[in-house]
C-alpha cells in the first residue's frame, strides 16, 4: 500500500522559512521520482518541484526558483521541500506526488500560511 505522509506546514511571516516533509511508504522510495504541488483555494493545483530518481536531478516551478529547495533521503524514506524567503503568494497546501505503477498517488497535505 502506497502512503504518503506531508508535514511541516505552519504560519510564517513573509520572508520567512518552513522546510516541509514527506514520508513515504509501500514502494521502493529510493527508485521513484517525487515531485511537489501546491493548491490555494479557489485555484488549480500548480507545480511546484520535482526530484529525479535515481539521477537525484531536480527542477522547479518559475515562482520559487532560487527560494525552495527539494531534496531525499533514501534512507528516511523521505522527501524534503525547504522553502526560503517565503512570500505571501506561496499561502496554499503543499502536496507531495508520485507515480506508481500506472496510477498517481498524494498525501494528504499540509498547510502552509504566510501572513504579517
Known amino acids: 500500500q502506497v502512503q504518503l505522509v506531508e508535514s511541516g506546514g505552519g504560519l510564517v511571516q513573509p520572508g520567512g522559512s518552513l522546510r516541509l516533509s514527506c514520508a513515504a511508504s509501500?514502494?521502493?522510495?529510493?527508485?521513484?521520482?517525487m515531485r511537489w504541488y501546491r493548491q490555494a483555494p479557489g485555484k488549480e493545483r500548480e507545480f511546484v518541484a520535482i526530484?529525479?530518481?535515481?539521477?537525484?536531478?531536480?527542477n522547479y516551478a518559475d515562482s520559487v526558483q532560487g527560494r525552495f529547495t527539494i531534496s531525499r533521503d533514501n534512507v528516511k524514506n523521505t522527501v524534503y521541500l525547504q522553502m526560503n524567503s517565503l512570500k505571501l503568494e506561496d499561502t496554499a497546501v503543499y502536496y507531495c506526488?508520485?507515480?506508481?505503477?500506472?496510477?498517481?498517488?498524494w498525501g494528504q497535505g499540509t498547510q502552509v500560511t504566510v501572513s504579517e
Open positions: 506526488m508520485t507515480w506508481y505503477r500506472g496510477e498517481t498517488y
Open positions: 509501500g514502494f521502493t522510495f529510493s527508485s521513484y521520482t
Open positions: 526530484i529525479a530518481a535515481p539521477s537525484g536531478a531536480t
